[in-house]
């Protein structure tokens, strides 16, 4: 088993443009998200998903789209990348929204110029 | 006031000493206490997991909930030099639809 896998693992982008982070999970696993991590903020939930077809945001939700048309894929798009959202970005996934267990991907460091 | 407080450190201990981290938090519906590890440029992964209050102990780490001072804590016994990383705290209720709240997370060094 792969895990969680997440591609890139680095993105330069300019302000303004547009990019999709890339999130799989081999573990039939129900619930995925995504967080972005900044220094002395700790995780924040941006989108996540119960199941194929159902999203929802989260704390930070502005400025993202999710989609969830597999039970294993779950995209993230920056729409028009700003400088504010430089960040490291994780997804995750868990059994269920209840089982808190959450298995990370190795994250993705986004810079926006 | 954040929900969840988190020293963010650094702590730096000697090899073989006696680890503490702690966390306290505000709301106190929250039911379900979890300890994350992260070695840097890496993902957390779930170290200790409690259910209400009380202790619970996995080989040379302990997790303590105090539900009724709102704290929880992390020992680490004869630390080693691979239990440098960050330690990230997080909960979640029943009634906020189970969503994890974290801590800021504390850097841990280990000086061998």
């Known amino acids: 088993n792969a895990g969680v896998t997440q591609t890139p693992k680095f993105q330069v982008l300019k302000t303004g443009q547009s990019m999709t982070l890339q999130c799989a999970q081999d573990?039939?696993?129900?619930?995925m998200s995504w967080y972005r991590q900044d220094p002395g903020m700790g995780l924040r939930l941006i989108h996540y998903?119960?199941?194929?077809?159902?999203?929802d945001q989260g704390e930070v939700p502005n400025g993202y789209n999710v989609s969830r048309s597999t039970t294993e894929d779950f995209p993230l798009r920056l729409l028009s990348a700003a400088p504010s959202q430089t960040s490291v970005y994780f997804c995750?996934?868990?059994?269920?929204?209840?089982?808190?267990?959450?298995?990370f991907g190795p994250g993705t460091r986004l810079t926006v110029l | 006031q954040k929900e969840v407080e988190q020293d963010p450190g650094p702590l730096s201990v000697p090899e073989g000493a006696i680890v503490s981290l702690n966390c306290t938090y505000s709301?106190?519906?929250?039911?379900?206490f979890m300890w994350y590890r992260q070695y840097s440029r890496k993902g957390p992964e779930l170290l200790m997991y409690?259910?209400s209050s009380g202790n619970k102990e996995d080989g040379r780490f302990t997790a303590q909930v105090d539900k009724s001072s709102k704290y929880i804590s992390l020992f680490i016994r004869d630390s080693q030099p691979s239990d440098s990383a960050t330690y990230l705290c997080?909960?979640?209720?029943?009634?906020?639809?189970?969503?994890?709240?974290w801590g800021a997370g504390t850097k841990l060094i280990i000086k061998p």
């Open positions: 995750a996934s868990s059994r269920s929204i209840v089982y808190n267990e959450q298995f």
């Open positions: 573990m039939n696993h129900e619930y």
């Open positions: 998903s119960v199941g194929a077809g159902i999203t």
């Open positions: 709301n106190s519906a929250f039911q379900y």
């Open positions: 409690t259910y």
């Open positions: 997080a909960m979640s209720a029943m009634d906020s639809n189970y969503q994890l709240i």
